[in-house]
């Protein structure tokens, strides 16, 4: 199984999009936004920010193994 490593954070708040690499050994609990500075948490369910707005989730969710 191939696990992707880069995701692109979309901001809810003024849409801008960054593409990150995401971290195998951890989640991501904040993302500070490039274009608005609007710091975002995971939504309510989520483990990170990946996996609340980016285009790709996590790498152990990826693996489908628990996440943080």
Not at 43 to 48: E, L, Q, V
Request: charged content about 25%; overall charge negative; hydrophobic content about 25%.
């Amino acid at each position: 199984m191939n696990i992707e490593l880069e995701s692109i954070i979309i901001c809810p708040e003024c849409g801008h999009r960054e593409k990150e690499t995401m971290p195998i050994d951890a989640c991501q609990f904040f993302y500070e936004c490039k274009g608005c500075g609007v710091v975002l948490k995971p939504k309510s369910g989520d483990c990170c920010v990946f996996c609340s707005y980016g285009t790709v989730q996590c790498p152990p969710v990826q693996e489908n193994k628990k996440c943080c």
